[in-house]
């Protein structure tokens, strides 16, 4: 029996590989338009849903996430979800 999903795990690999890396632009952008009530929401939700292709590389390449990473990110959420307090 063949596995359909066989050619597709190269793509989904590389795929969240370069999600990974466009994590930090992404919340820059954000963080400069976060005076926009239409960019900064869908921005905000964009880079939310990009956070679970970390942990794809992360399973996919056997790596552990260390302190900074959950520091990284708390601090992202921090400043994403504190700018509506302004």
Not at 61 to 86: C, H, I, N, T
Request: proline share 7%; hydrophobic share 55%; glycine share 4%.
């Amino acid at each position: 029996m063949q596995n359909h999903f066989q050619g597709l795990l190269p793509d989904l690999e590389w795929t969240s590989l370069a999600l990974s890396g466009w994590i930090n632009p992404i919340f820059l952008a954000a963080m400069v338009c976060s005076k926009r009530p239409l960019i900064f929401p869908t921005l905000r939700i964009v880079l939310i849903a990009m956070l679970p292709s970390c942990w794809f590389v992360f399973h996919t390449e056997d790596f552990y996430p260390r302190e900074g990473y959950f520091l990284w990110v708390a601090g992202m959420l921090l400043a994403l979800f504190s700018a509506d307090k302004q």
